[in-house]
């Protein structure tokens, strides 16, 4: 989000970075741009502006009657989730009042939470256009009011073919028009034009390593069980998980109630340089989310030489084609994801030279595929080429600075 703001900044346009809660201490900001613009915040919400709020509501409750129909009175949600709309359309309101001494345009929000719904309900108030960006699980798992979302946004980004293609089987009566697929990207290190891994010698450890924050959606429950039947399989390996999270505890007692603590290490937050010599060492990265978009840590993998096992879900195969830029398992199928760690193994254990070959030239289709198809630099420019037409597409010249919000 930070690189975006960043490129819709150096197109000349005014963007001021707004989220619903403050950063903790220990958060890098997502906005680290010049200070005369200006990081908006809703909490701790103030008396004072609150009051307007509902002065702003009354006044031109007309314009969200229809979205506080579609919360109290249509669609199957349960009570819980009502409320909570109700709740943020009050959000809404506020989030409002703090925009309109800034004279913004156009609000975009990442992420189709209920974030996304007080960006829209602000956007109503305020007689403006408001866009949104999904990602994976608020789209596919949470999708909540996302109908509503969909038919007043101008127009939606999403990461992936196959989360267009949903929103198009799912909400047909939405206008395909205005879904737009903008790609995420990471930078390109500098390597050999062909990354070359060695072989694992017979008497070294087999390295897996596994990135991601430790949530119930990253299912590294999945990866522990996986571990205990390669080492009872009698494969000798190591396993390093990269990531903090509330799952932590659980899987420390699984590891334990498993005998696995020789074999796998929970590393907890790790910084760039350190990542980057992880993805180097490993033999192989593993992937066992049960719900993703385009994840990043496989790009950042294959843009170093190593190969990845994913599960064959969502957008996954759009950048790891199966046998030609890595390798993908069915998602959930424990055996299916042993075998195809095993098999690799051994390929690299006994040097089979035809396979080291091919392995070789996987790796480095991985590589040119993140280099045409998910290069950050390019990706970004895209999205703002893209960006600046749909929000102003008769009259916009880079001289002219327009006001947009992005909001996480």
């Avoid at 309101?93 to 829209?120: C, N, P, T």
């Avoid at 028009?177 to 903008?182: D, G, N, R, W, Y």
């Avoid at 970004?380 to 893209?386: E, Q, R, S, T, W």
Wanted: hydrophobic share 45%; with cysteine.
């Amino acid at each position: 989000m930070s690189e975006e703001i960043q490129e819709l900044r150096s197109r000349g346009v005014k963007v001021i970075a707004g989220s619903v809660r403050k950063p903790e201490p220990t958060q890098k900001s997502f906005s680290n741009g010049p200070s005369e613009f200006p990081i908006l915040y809703l909490q701790p919400v103030r008396m004072l502006i609150l009051l307007r709020a509902l002065a702003l509501l009354t006044a031109h409750w007309a314009r969200i009657s229809s979205l506080l129909a579609r919360v109290l009175m249509q669609g199957k949600e349960t009570p819980t989730l009502r409320l909570k709309a109700f709740l943020h359309t009050l959000l809404g309101a506020y989030y409002a009042v703090l925009l309109q001494e800034h004279k913004v345009d156009h609000i975009h929000v990442h992420h189709g939470y209920f974030g996304s719904w007080i960006a829209m309900v602000a956007a109503r108030l305020l007689r403006i256009s408001f866009s949104m960006t999904l990602h994976g699980s608020d789209l596919l798992v949470h999708g909540v009011y996302l109908d509503t979302k969909l038919e007043h946004c101008q127009f939606c980004a999403t990461i992936s073919e196959y989360n267009r293609r949903y929103i198009h089987e799912h909400f047909p009566e939405i206008d395909q028009k205005k879904i737009i697929v903008s790609r995420l990207g990471v930078d390109l290190p500098m390597l050999d034009a062909f990354p070359r891994k060695t072989a694992p010698h017979p008497k070294r450890n087999f390295n897996l390593l596994a990135v991601g924050r430790l949530h119930a959606v990253k299912d590294h429950a999945f990866l522990v069980r996986g571990c205990v039947r390669l080492r009872d399989s009698g494969l000798d390996f190591q396993c390093a998980i990269a990531g903090e999270g509330p799952e932590r505890q659980r899987l420390e007692s699984l590891i334990r109630s498993n005998r696995l603590q020789d074999r796998i290490t929970l590393l907890g937050h790790m910084r760039p340089l350190e990542m980057d010599a992880l993805y180097r060492e490993a033999n192989l990265v593993v992937l066992t989310s049960s719900s993703e978009g385009i994840p990043l840590v496989l790009m950042e993998a294959m843009v170093r030489g190593t190969l990845v096992l994913a599960p064959e879900i969502t957008g996954v195969p759009e950048l790891v084609i199966a046998g030609t830029t890595g390798f993908l398992y069915q998602s959930g199928y424990l055996e299916d994801f042993v075998r195809q760690i095993y098999f690799l193994q051994s390929l690299m254990q006994f040097r089979d030279r035809p396979w080291i070959n091919r392995l070789d030239w996987i790796r480095h289709a991985a590589r040119v595929q993140v280099l045409h198809n998910f290069s950050r630099p390019d990706n970004l420019n895209h999205f703002g080429n893209a960006f600046l037409q749909l929000i102003a597409p008769h009259d916009w010249s880079s001289n002219h600075e327009n006001p947009v919000l992005q909001q996480i």
